[in-house]
């Protein structure tokens, strides 16, 4: 099984901030087998980025993931007072398996 | 559009079962495989299984191995998860994804187990 650590546990920053989020896995990812997720509390996560780089429809493009190998990042450029949320890195391989999240908080 | 309900909020003692529905609409059911994910309070999310919507084929993780097993009634675009031999750490809010990204989710069915 794969094994997802995301850094840091929580960021603090306040609106118009970037965000930087990273995943990194036990062994090797495929690029097309990373996404990320968005969850505010009460609510299920919703899609952000798929296959490492690409979004999700809807999406805002201040949202980007990059990487490969076994470190992953999602950016957020500029953020918005509803971006303030917890994010996790999912892999999809033969299975599936998900970090232990990021909190952004608002500073 | 796509729409994903999952039955509603139940509570268990611990050695029983819980039976969660997941109805998908919008689209056609046989297209995507539907996974079952669960989430402790104020833990991760946890992959429990999976089920191909069209051959009924399934994987499970092996975590959940010998107590979940994930059906599907493709005549009433259902899927199920039985979570068996429950004890108090099997708390959670469990949600069925589904979606050629794993982009829709249900609301989430929180089951407690506590005698």
């Known amino acids: 099984e794969i094994v997802l650590t995301q850094s840091p546990g929580t960021l603090c920053l306040s609106p118009g901030d970037r965000a930087t989020l990273s995943c990194r896995a036990s062994?090797?990812?495929?690029?097309?087998?990373l996404a990320w997720y968005q969850q505010n509390p009460g609510q299920a996560p919703r899609l952000l980025i798929y296959?490492?780089?690409s979004r999700a429809t809807g999406i805002p493009d201040r949202f980007t993931g990059s990487g490969s190998g076994t470190d992953f990042t999602l950016t957020i450029n500029r953020l918005e007072p509803e971006d303030f949320a917890v994010y996790y890195c999912?892999?999809?391989?033969?299975?599936?398996?998900f970090g232990q999240g990021t909190k952004v908080e608002i500073k | 559009q796509v729409q994903i309900v999952q039955s509603g909020t139940d509570v268990k003692k611990p050695g029983a079962s819980v039976n969660v529905s997941c109805k998908a609409s919008?689209?056609?059911?046989?297209?995507?495989?539907i996974h079952w994910v669960r989430q402790a309070p104020g833990q991760r999310l946890e992959w429990m299984g999976w089920?191909?919507?069209?051959?009924?084929?399934?994987k499970y993780s092996q975590r959940f191995q010998g107590r979940v097993t994930i059906t599907r009634d493709t005549s009433a675009s259902t899927a199920y998860m039985d979570l068996s031999r429950l004890i108090s750490g099997d708390t959670a809010v469990y949600y069925c994804?589904?979606?050629?990204?794993?982009?829709?989710w249900g609301q989430g069915t929180p089951v407690t187990v506590s005698s």
């Open positions: 089920i191909n919507a069209g051959s009924g084929n399934t």
């Open positions: 062994q090797t990812v495929s690029t097309s087998s």
């Open positions: 919008g689209y056609t059911f046989t297209s995507y495989a």
């Open positions: 999912q892999q999809y391989g033969s299975s599936l398996s």
């Open positions: 296959d490492t780089s």
């Open positions: 994804v589904t979606g050629s990204r794993r982009e829709f």
